[in-house]
């Protein structure tokens, strides 16, 4: 809410407007705006509701509903409607979010229990990009990623593309504690049979060999989102989920803007 800050991040090359636009494009269909620093702006509603209208009109154009979004104003620094409800902006009625049925609150912590948990598409096959490979001592090769969709557990047969390796998983681990099975959204390490840290890298997916295992392709049709596009060429290296990869952009069929 600072004088010069809100401006800063709402203009055309600010991280207000980036992350709202990143978080649209990777899915993120919920969010919350917390107006942050009113006590430098002397808990102004004038300047609240002035803020509200800006973000309003920009994330509409996004693709949010703003009748969904809370706003909330909050100060970090000294906790005013975080937790408990500040007595420093009278003016302030509460947050309003348009659901199937209506919900209200005051605070940032009352906004974010809002939040409809996300459905975890545990239907679909096995894909867990590789953040990493380790080689630890008495357990063997243990690879860490972030499971995307399907589930993994012990005793699974998997595959790794594009590398083409199939092995056993003989555990599953999230925080040093062992799982009976890994869901989406979770960062999970496990411990594989017979498997080198030199065969699979950094990159590599794996999915469950017995359904639709992950394949190696030269190409594939994707929507690319360029953020403030430059006048010259798009780079020739891109990262791919984890992986860093050359490519070479073929064609665009179509193409839309959004700002």
Not at 66 to 87: A, L, Y
Not at 223 to 247: E, F, G, K, M
Request: net charge positive.
């Amino acid at each position: 809410a600072g004088t010069g800050e809100f401006e800063a991040g709402i203009s055309k090359d600010g991280q207000t407007r980036e992350h709202a636009l990143l978080a649209y494009t990777l899915g993120v269909r919920q969010l919350i705006v917390a107006i942050n620093k009113m006590d430098t702006a002397k808990w102004s509603g004038d300047r609240y509701n002035e803020i509200i209208k800006e973000t309003s009109n920009f994330i509409k154009k996004v693709g949010y509903n703003p009748k969904t979004v809370p706003f909330v104003p909050i100060s970090g620094f000294n906790g005013d409607n975080m937790i408990d409800e500040s007595t420093n902006c009278p003016w302030y009625k509460g947050w309003e979010k348009e659901t199937k049925t209506k919900t209200t609150g005051k605070t940032l912590l009352e906004a974010i229990d809002a939040i409809d948990p996300p459905s975890r598409p545990t239907d679909k096959p096995l894909r867990l990009p590789l953040q990493d490979v380790y080689k630890i001592g008495g357990i063997g090769t243990v690879p860490v990623g972030r499971v995307e969709t399907g589930i993994i557990k012990a005793g699974m047969v998997v595959t790794f593309a594009p590398a083409n390796v199939t092995t056993e998983v003989k555990s599953v681990e999230m925080h040093h504690e062992q799982l009976t099975e890994g869901l989406p959204g979770d960062n999970v390490g496990f411990n594989v049979k017979n498997v080198s840290v030199k065969e699979i890298r950094r990159g590599n997916v794996a999915g469950d060999s017995k359904s639709d295992p992950p394949k190696g392709a030269d190409s594939f049709n994707a929507q690319v989102i360029v953020l403030n596009h430059p006048a010259r060429s798009v780079p020739d290296t891109h990262q791919c989920s984890i992986a860093t990869l050359p490519i070479l952009l073929a064609s665009s069929p179509r193409s839309w803007r959004r700002s």
